[in-house]
């Protein structure tokens, strides 16, 4: 009896695949390991039989994003079947990524229980038959293509023929619409003051109507070379007219020719500024068969352009030198066309839109009812307006604006926008302001000396017969006090007027500033209250009115006195700057606010100190200014809150 024939092994079973011409590949786990693959199935990875017992994705990256790994973890987990036709695969062959198509299987191999024991993967490398699949699609649409083409063509031939017996007729009153064209043509030419040239390519020969040759001095029956032509261009413009030429004559620029020249008559010497358009003709060859076109007059519009040119330039400048913002403003949307300066004046960043809405929300509430009114009223009665009214600007500070314009309409007289200019004129309301407030001031500073003058005077009247031995010094020095306050009130405003008249004169002469320093405030020495230092250079001299500087210093020591009473030293310092002396006073004083610098030198202003307002007409520094200035000096104040005050100012040496 024979026996039954054995069961083949696993291993057996695996060395059997891999002898097999179909791709073949066996894995097990839920990580896809490569349990098997044979030879053609490792020549598809481009690997060898070290992958084998690695997962799949580690075994061939280039499968990273494709969607073969997730499929196959699929089959594991729910024992389906996936097949898949003509599917394309990135491989790594040979160090190179290819694209190929494969047919492939896979097959889920279960347990009794019904779960997945490995997975059985075959495929087969379809790409040749994909890719001539790729090819017959593309003849048969190709020749689908070459049918139709080949209808339409028959479609199209049809109507020619039909088309070709009406255009025979219509050909005749074309020849007769091409007659009255050129006579029109000829028309617009003469009544628009043209003059039109050709070139013959092919002789380089140029012609023109009698117009253009009488401007290149030409004979009326003349024809020349385009080289003759272009000697009558000035040199300046004749190498940019000559480029052009040759640009207009390429193929590749579409023949355009537009060009602005001045052409010298050779006969009267006459420049004539001339503008050139023509256009350049080929043939199916791509070479130039003709070049014509025509010549303009354009002197007298260059002319004016050019003067128009200077005549914005002039107005720009006079609007920056003015810092006069010009505007534009759309009645029906709102929307601005503006100058940097006229946002500027509106503390408006220059690289921002600024709109009309936007320049109303800058205006103070109670000024835009005005405005609004005042525009209305401009618009309604077609003439034009000006306004004052305070702004606040985005970083929170006041200013005032002058703003003034003008309707503008359209054909239909219809108020289509605005035009116009402003001026910021805070400076003015300012100094307006203050001279109010210097009215006021001066007022009482005059009114209280002169009613202690007057008080002291009258008690003197009424003790003339019998005068009082202890009153009597008392009443005269309080007199005198008051008649010295009302000369120092009255000094400081001629002086201020010879200066604004032009009147201030300077007696010039060289002496030390040192020596100056030690005598001039010998009252603030007398009185004890404070010491004055002296540091730097004693030798130090100048060549300046003494008497003017004088005047300077005692106001600098005055104000360290007035202002700073608790500093016990006032220091006197003398330097060489450069070809300047730098005299300074300095104290320890409570300082002065950053913010107020700029202004002390200001005519009229009045700072106060750590919240305490002083007397005075605020006119004193603003002397000391001029009186330096007028020596062609500069003057100057550092200080901080606290941190006590230096003021100082240079003479030439």
């Given at each position: 009896?024979?026996?039954?024939?054995?069961?083949?092994?696993?291993?057996?079973?695996?060395?059997?695949?891999?002898?097999?011409?179909?791709?073949?590949?066996?894995y097990t786990t839920q990580d896809i390991i490569i349990q098997s693959a044979n030879t053609a199935m490792l020549n598809f990875w481009g690997k060898g039989k070290d992958i084998i017992g690695k997962p799949l994705m580690e075994a061939v990256p280039a499968l990273k994003g494709?969607?073969?790994?997730?499929?196959?973890?699929?089959?594991?987990?729910?024992?389906?079947?996936?097949?898949?036709?003509?599917?394309?695969?990135?491989?790594?062959?040979?160090?190179?990524?290819?694209?190929?198509?494969?047919?492939?299987?896979?097959?889920?191999?279960?347990?009794?229980?019904?779960?997945?024991?490995?997975?059985?993967?075959?495929?087969?490398?379809?790409?040749?038959?994909?890719?001539?699949?790729?090819?017959?699609?593309?003849?048969?649409?190709?020749?689908?293509?070459?049918?139709?083409?080949?209808?339409?063509?028959?479609?199209?031939?049809?109507?020619?023929?039909?088309?070709?017996?009406?255009?025979?007729?219509?050909?005749?009153?074309?020849?007769?619409?091409?007659?009255?064209?050129?006579?029109?043509?000829?028309?617009?030419?003469?009544?628009?003051?043209?003059?039109?040239?050709?070139?013959?390519?092919?002789?380089?020969?140029?012609?023109?109507?009698?117009?253009?040759?009488?401007?290149?001095?030409?004979?009326?029956?003349?024809?020349?070379?385009?080289?003759?032509?272009?000697?009558?261009?000035?040199?300046?413009?004749?190498?940019?007219?000559?480029?052009?030429?040759?640009?207009?004559?390429?193929?590749?620029?579409?023949?355009?020719?537009?060009?602005?020249?001045?052409?010298?008559?050779?006969?009267?010497?006459?420049?004539?500024?001339?503008?050139?358009?023509?256009?350049?003709?080929?043939?199916?060859?791509n070479e130039v068969i003709r070049f014509s076109g025509t010549l303009q007059d354009i002197t007298e519009e260059r002319h004016a352009r050019e003067e128009l040119t200077q005549t914005n330039q002039r107005l720009a400048f006079a609007l920056d030198a003015g810092k006069l913002?010009?505007?534009?403003?759309?009645?029906?949307?709102?929307?601005?066309?503006?100058?940097?300066?006229?946002?500027?004046?509106?503390?408006?960043?220059?690289?921002?839109?600024?709109?009309?809405?936007?320049?109303?929300?800058?205006?103070?509430?109670?000024?835009?009812?005005?405005?609004?009114?005042?525009?209305?009223?401009?618009?309604?009665?077609?003439?034009?307006?000006?306004?004052?009214?305070?702004?606040?600007?985005?970083?929170?500070?006041?200013?005032?604006?002058?703003?003034?314009?003008?309707?503008?309409?359209?054909?239909?007289?219809?108020?289509?926008?605005?035009?116009?200019?402003?001026?910021?004129?805070?400076?003015?309301?300012?100094?307006?302001?203050?001279?109010?407030?210097?009215?006021?001031?001066?007022?009482?500073?005059?009114?209280?000396?002169?009613?202690?003058?007057?008080?002291?005077?009258?008690?003197?009247?009424?003790?003339?017969?019998?005068?009082?031995?202890?009153?009597?010094?008392?009443?005269?020095?309080?007199?005198?006090?008051?008649?010295?306050?009302?000369?120092?009130?009255?000094?400081?405003?001629?002086?201020?007027?010879?200066?604004?008249?032009?009147?201030?004169?300077?007696?010039?002469?060289?002496?030390?500033?040192?020596?100056?320093?030690?005598?001039?405030?010998?009252?603030?020495?007398?009185?004890?209250?404070?010491?004055?230092?002296?540091?730097?250079?004693?030798?130090?001299?100048?060549?300046?009115?003494?008497?003017?500087?004088?005047?300077?210093?005692?106001?600098?020591?005055?104000?360290?006195?007035?202002?700073?009473?608790?500093?016990?030293?006032?220091?006197?310092?003398?330097?060489?700057?450069?070809?300047?002396?730098?005299?300074?006073?300095?104290?320890?004083?409570?300082?002065?606010?950053?913010?107020?610098?700029?202004?002390?030198?200001?005519?009229?202003?009045?700072?106060?100190?750590?919240?305490?307002?002083?007397?005075?007409?605020?006119?004193?520094?603003?002397?000391?200014?001029?009186?330096?200035?007028?020596?062609?000096?500069?003057?100057?104040?550092?200080?901080?809150?606290?941190?006590?005050?230096?003021?100082?100012?240079?003479?030439?040496?």
């Amino acid at each position: 009896m024979s026996q039954p024939p054995s069961r083949l092994s696993s291993g057996e079973l695996l060395d059997i695949l891999a002898l097999s011409e179909n791709a073949t590949a066996i894995y097990t786990t839920q990580d896809i390991i490569i349990q098997s693959a044979n030879t053609a199935m490792l020549n598809f990875w481009g690997k060898g039989k070290d992958i084998i017992g690695k997962p799949l994705m580690e075994a061939v990256p280039a499968l990273k994003g494709q969607q073969f790994v997730e499929m196959l973890k699929r089959v594991w987990d729910t024992g389906i079947t996936i097949e898949g036709i003509d599917t394309p695969a990135k491989l790594e062959i040979d160090g190179e990524l290819r694209t190929s198509y494969f047919d492939f299987l896979y097959r889920a191999i279960l347990n009794p229980d019904g779960s997945t024991r490995c997975i059985l993967h075959t495929a087969t490398d379809v790409t040749d038959r994909f890719m001539s699949q790729q090819r017959v699609a593309e003849m048969n649409k190709q020749v689908a293509d070459i049918n139709k083409e080949l209808f339409d063509a028959n479609q199209q031939l049809t109507a020619s023929n039909r088309n070709l017996a009406e255009s025979q007729d219509t050909l005749m009153v074309l020849n007769n619409n091409l007659t009255e064209s050129e006579t029109q043509l000829q028309f617009a030419i003469d009544a628009a003051s043209l003059g039109t040239w050709d070139l013959d390519p092919k002789t380089n020969k140029f012609s023109g109507n009698d117009r253009l040759k009488s401007w290149f001095g030409l004979k009326p029956e003349e024809q020349i070379e385009l080289s003759k032509a272009t000697d009558v261009i000035a040199e300046y413009d004749r190498l940019n007219v000559l480029t052009a030429i040759q640009k207009a004559l390429q193929f590749s620029s579409g023949g355009v020719y537009d060009v602005e020249y001045t052409i010298i008559n050779p006969l009267t010497q006459q420049p004539r500024i001339v503008k050139a358009k023509g256009k350049a003709l080929f043939n199916i060859d791509n070479e130039v068969i003709r070049f014509s076109g025509t010549l303009q007059d354009i002197t007298e519009e260059r002319h004016a352009r050019e003067e128009l040119t200077q005549t914005n330039q002039r107005l720009a400048f006079a609007l920056d030198a003015g810092k006069l913002g010009s505007y534009e403003h759309d009645l029906q949307s709102g929307a601005m066309i503006c100058t940097g300066q006229f946002k500027a004046n509106f503390g408006w960043p220059a690289d921002k839109p600024f709109n009309f809405p936007d320049l109303i929300e800058l205006v103070v509430p109670e000024y835009r009812k005005n405005l609004d009114k005042q525009i209305k009223n401009a618009v309604l009665h077609n003439a034009s307006y000006t306004a004052e009214y305070e702004i606040t600007w985005p970083d929170g500070s006041r200013h005032w604006i002058n703003m003034a314009g003008k309707p503008q309409y359209n054909d239909q007289d219809k108020d289509t926008r605005i035009i116009g200019i402003t001026y910021d004129i805070t400076e003015g309301k300012t100094n307006e302001q203050r001279k109010d407030d210097f009215i006021s001031i001066a007022s009482h500073e005059l009114k209280t000396p002169i009613t202690t003058l007057k008080s002291s005077l009258q008690l003197l009247n009424r003790m003339k017969d019998d005068p009082s031995p202890k009153m009597l010094p008392k009443l005269i020095e309080q007199s005198n006090r008051s008649m010295d306050k009302i000369s120092s009130l009255i000094e400081d405003l001629l002086n201020v007027s010879r200066m604004n008249e032009g009147q201030l004169h300077l007696n010039k002469s060289t002496f030390t500033i040192s020596e100056l320093l030690n005598h001039c405030c010998n009252h603030i020495r007398v009185a004890g209250k404070h010491d004055l230092i002296f540091q730097g250079d004693a030798e130090l001299q100048v060549f300046a009115d003494e008497h003017r500087i004088d005047q300077v210093i005692i106001n600098l020591v005055n104000n360290a006195v007035k202002y700073a009473p608790n500093s016990r030293e006032i220091c006197l310092i003398v330097a060489k700057d450069g070809n300047m002396a730098k005299i300074s006073v300095k104290d320890n004083g409570p300082g002065i606010d950053p913010e107020k610098l700029p202004h002390l030198f200001d005519r009229y202003y009045r700072a106060d100190y750590s919240g305490i307002q002083y007397s005075g007409l605020g006119l004193g520094l603003y002397i000391c200014s001029e009186i330096v200035r007028k020596h062609h000096g500069q003057i100057g104040a550092e200080s901080g809150v606290g941190k006590g005050s230096t003021f100082w100012f240079t003479l030439p040496l």
